[in-house]
T-cell receptor, first 117, second 115 residues
Framework: AQSVTQLDSQVPVFEEAPVELRCNYS??????LFWYVQYPNQGLQLLLK??????LVKGINGFEAEFNKSQTSFHLRKPSVHISDTAEYFC???????????????FGKGTKLSVKP | SQTIHQWPATLVQPVGSPLSLECTVEGTSNPNLYWYRQAAGRGLQLLFYSVGIGQISSEVPQNLSASRPQDRQFILSSKKLLLSDSGFYLC??????????????FGNGTRLTVT
């Protein structure tokens, strides 16, 4: 079974500062990795996804994430945040196997990013 | 393009009353459909998923049920709501088993408050 840990429940940061939102996972099988963003009172929107290949994945809105297999991490980064980036960010994993459940996406508990002027 | 519609956006219901939340997907056929619940500080919990008409899998025992009467329609129901059913309910779809080629796409959610 997989699990996802987002170590920081809240991250306050000033506008134009860099930010890193941490995500660690555990799994006994190979996984796919995702980051989703949720703006207030809205559904989740896919930010980026990792399948294979380059460990640095670029997503929408200037975000990127780096897959580190040895550390089982998939941290999300942005070099300069905007007020509009204020939202909750969810890391998620799904296993690459085909023998298990179709409901196979496991989410972390989320990190609330608050960008201050 | 594909779109997902979820309604109502907000709902306030008394304890013991019934519940029906509806979700429809347009622009795709035979999608996988999902109901998630989001409670404060607890992340997203998968409640039900469906791979086809009439096929429902329940992930956690609870006071809720789900049905899929049509290919692109997914309904979340309860006969008698409990206070603990309050939360933000999200419907989602994917083309197949979740993967980078088949990611989840979410609706805008329903905020349910049971009083």
């Amino acid at each position: 079974a997989q699990s996802v840990t987002q170590l920081d429940s809240q991250v306050p940061v000033f506008e134009e500062a860099p930010v890193e939102l941490r995500c660690n996972y555990s799994s006994s099988v190979s996984v796919y990795l995702f980051w989703y963003v949720q703006y207030p009172n809205q559904g989740l929107q896919l930010l980026l996804k990792y399948l294979s290949g380059s460990t640095l994945v670029k997503g929408i809105n200037g975000f990127e994430a780096e897959f580190n297999k040895s550390q089982t991490s998939f941290h999300l980064r942005k070099p300069s945040v905007h007020i509009s980036d204020t939202a909750e960010y969810f890391c998620a994993v799904s296993d690459q196997g085909y023998g298990g459940s179709q409901g196979n996406l496991i989410f972390g508990k989320g990190t609330k990013l608050s960008v201050k002027p | 393009s594909q779109t997902i519609h979820q309604w109502p956006a907000t709902l306030v219901q008394p304890v013991g009353s019934p519940l029906s939340l509806e979700c429809t997907v347009e622009g795709t056929s035979n999608p996988n459909l999902y109901w998630y619940r989001q409670a404060a500080g607890r992340g997203l919990q998968l409640l039900f998923y469906s791979v086809g008409i009439g096929q429902i899998s329940s992930e956690v025992p609870q006071n809720l049920s789900a049905s899929r009467p049509q290919d692109r329609q997914f309904i979340l129901s309860s006969k008698k709501l409990l206070l603990s059913d309050s939360g933000f309910y999200l419907c989602a779809w994917s083309t197949d088993r979740v993967s980078p080629n088949s990611p989840l796409h979410f609706g805008n959610g329903t905020r349910l408050t049971v009083t």
